[in-house]
C-alpha cells in the first residue's frame, strides 16, 4: 500500500527557515502528482504545492510562492518542501499528499493518498 511519512516540522521564527521531507513507498509514482497541502486552526485545508514526479513540473499557491520551493528525489522516493522567509501565517499542520492522476491537482479532490501531517508553528 501507499504510505507517505512527513518530517522536519517544528519550531521557527518568523523569518526562519525549515524543510520539510515527505517519503514515499509502496507503489512506483512515475505518473503521480505529489502536493502538499496544509490547515491551520479554523481553516480549511488548502494547497501549497505540487510538483510531477517525473517531468517535475511544479506550481504553487499565490500565498507562498517565492518563499516556498517543492522538490523531490525520485531515487530517494522523497519530497521536500523548502519553506523560507516564514511567516506567523504559515503555522499550520502540513500535509503530503499523492495524486494518481492528472486533475485536481491543485485541489484536494486529487488526492487518494495521505500523510499523517506534520506541525509547523511560526512565532512573531
Known amino acids: 500500500q501507499v504510505q507517505l511519512v512527513e518530517s522536519g516540522g517544528g519550531l521557527v521564527q518568523a523569518g526562519g527557515s525549515l524543510r520539510l521531507s515527505c517519503a514515499a513507498s509502496g507503489r512506483t509514482f512515475s505518473t503521480y502528482t505529489l502536493g502538499w497541502f496544509r490547515q491551520a486552526p479554523g481553516k480549511e485545508r488548502e494547497f501549497v504545492a505540487f510538483i510531477w514526479w517525473t517531468g517535475g513540473r511544479t506550481f504553487y499557491a499565490d500565498s507562498v510562492k517565492g518563499r516556498f520551493t517543492i522538490s523531490r528525489d525520485n531515487a530517494k522516493n522523497t519530497v521536500y518542501l523548502q519553506m523560507n522567509s516564514l511567516k506567523p501565517e504559515d503555522t499550520a499542520v502540513y500535509y503530503c499528499?499523492?495524486?494518481?492522476?492528472?486533475?485536481?491537482?491543485?485541489?484536494?479532490?486529487?488526492?487518494?493518498?495521505w500523510g499523517q501531517g506534520t506541525q509547523v508553528t511560526v512565532s512573531s
Open positions: 499528499a499523492a495524486n494518481p492522476g492528472s486533475q485536481y491537482r491543485t485541489d484536494i479532490r486529487g488526492y487518494t493518498y
